[in-house]
């Protein structure tokens, strides 16, 4: 089409071609399908779950949620013990049982493992840091990974806090 085209010409092949085109016509059709898909999960997933995130481990293959997955447990007092509360859910469709807790220290504590839970089933577990005496002051990471007797992805869990005198 020529420059000297007059305007009403012009606007009636822009109407006859569409406004778009074929390319971003292309790229609005996907977007509108990746919105949808993610609303369909997001919908899906409080429905079955309760929330995004449960729906959204299962999705990436994980048996067990853990909430929260980071724990801050605030000052501590070296030579004293910190409890932290953890909710696990099973999310799968078949008994799973969390045999074991495992830190990257020889700090933890809890008494309530094993447990079984049944498919979609909570449980609270608290765990317990102690920091021993000679331990370094300052900011600390403690990572923490849950033994299942199912063959899966492992759980893993932090708490970070302070230790104090």
Known sequence: MRDD???????????????????????????LVIVLLVVSVGGWS????GNLADGVAYLRGDVISVSPLIGDL??????SEATYEIKIRNLSGSK???LGIRADC???VTNDL???????QYHSLLVSLSIPQGSRLGPFDH???????VDTRNTVFTVHGKAVE
């Not at 085209?5 to 977007?31: D, H």
């Not at 990572?143 to 007797?149: E, G, H, R, S």
């Open 5 to 31: 085209t007059p305007v009403t010409q012009r606007l009636i092949v822009a109407r006859e071609g569409g406004f778009f085109s074929p390319t971003l016509k292309l790229c609005l059709q996907t977007l």
């Open 46 to 49: 409080k429905f079955y779950y």
């Open 74 to 79: 605030g000052e501590v007092r070296i030579g």
């Open 96 to 98: 799973v049982t969390i």
């Open 106 to 108: 020889a700090c933890v």
């Open 114 to 120: 094993p447990v079984s839970l049944d498919s979609r």
């Open 143 to 149: 990572q923490f990974l849950l033994y299942l007797d």
